[in-house]
């Protein structure tokens, strides 16, 4: 039976990794991982010498995410990549090819043939919290039945513990800290799609807007595909720009024809504004990039668009979305 694996990666590398199949891990002075002696001590040994300001408990726990993604992963073992760039959870399978890529800040790869690509609003929250480890590579225990659903797979072998317990404290304190913000995020979306139409969407939309110091009015209830919400600077319209705004309540991935289908709305003095409490392709983004009268806000960023004006938000959705301010610390967890 099969393993089941998670993993981490820095969001730059998420677009790759899905369009080409594969999952990478960092530490690039040790060079092609598959040159180090095939046991334990070999690689506790080269990442000391490596990394020799490496703080000492972190060496044994490094050591064993390198040893594992070498020589434990096996083909047709399963993988499920949190990716960041797009708030979606990736399930694969292993292939069982190794790759060195040394021109890559994560040269060590490994092949996966991807088998879904789901939001995040799909999984409970404690399978989540499960994939928010601070390790870079770990097994996939408690929730393995949850995941494996969603690619209609059976139930795995079990790989054995990582080796954790000495873990650094800024490690382990970067990752509740990103844990926080990803849980709090996901809890505002969830209210935010299981709680509102698509409707209610639009002017939950019309109505941050408005807290953001814009005149905004949702337009005729006319179906899918037309401009949602049309905003402005002065309260009567009449000076540019007049910005046309699409809102999708679905949290999948938005493809550049949607994208081009709101810029073919605009005339002369107009922008566009595509809301999603989703994502968006790297064509989407792509056009985003060329396109100056275009902006593309993605649910990571809706939420932080909410946050900010949470204050000036109506009872009405601050009754449906509960948040009071706390602060966690401001720490960044290390591959």
């Not at 690619?151 to 404290?169: G, K």
């Amino acid at each position: 039976m099969s393993a089941v694996w998670g993993v981490h990666m820095p969001e730059s590398l998420g677009f790759d990794a899905v369009e080409q199949g594969f999952v990478a891990i960092g530490w690039p002075e040790l060079g092609d991982l598959r040159q180090i002696g095939a046991s334990r001590e070999a690689v506790k040994a080269a990442v000391a010498e490596a990394y020799p300001d490496l703080k000492e408990g972190s060496i044994p726990v490094t050591a064993g995410v390198l040893f594992r993604f070498v020589h434990e992963i096996e083909a047709g073992d399963v993988v499920i990549y949190p990716s960041k760039h797009d708030r979606q959870v990736n399930i694969g399978r292993f292939t069982g090819e190794i790759e060195h890529v040394p021109v890559d800040e994560m040269p060590n790869r490994r092949r996966v043939e991807w088998l879904g690509h789901f939001p995040r609003s799909d999984f409970s929250q404690s399978a989540l919290y499960e994939i928010g480890s601070f390790l870079t590579l770990f097994s996939v225990r408690t929730h393995v039945a949850e995941f494996l659903a969603k690619v209609a797979l059976a139930s795995p072998r079990q790989a054995e513990a990582e080796e954790v317990a000495s873990a650094d404290d800024d490690s382990v304190t970067g990752t509740v800290s990103r844990q926080a913000v990803e849980t709090t995020q996901d809890f505002v979306v969830r209210r935010l799609h299981n709680g509102l139409s698509g409707f209610e969407f639009e002017h939950f939309t019309a109505h941050l807007l408005e807290c953001m110091g814009y005149t905004a009015r949702v337009s005729e209830k006319t179906g899918d595909g037309g401009v949602d919400v049309i905003a402005h600077t002065d309260e009567l319209g009449f000076e540019p720009p007049i910005i046309k705004v699409q809102c999708k309540r679905r949290t999948d991935q938005i493809g550049e024809p949607e994208v081009s289908q709101l810029l073919g709305t605009l005339g002369e003095g107009e922008c566009a504004l595509f809301v999603t409490l989703g994502s968006y392709s790297r064509a989407a983004r792509a056009l985003e990039r060329n396109r100056p009268k275009l902006r593309l806000i993605d649910g990571e960023q809706l939420v932080r668009l909410f946050m900010e004006n949470y204050a000036k938000f109506s009872a009405r959705y601050r009754t449906l979305i509960p948040l009071r301010q706390a602060y966690i610390p401001d720490v960044v967890a290390e591959e």
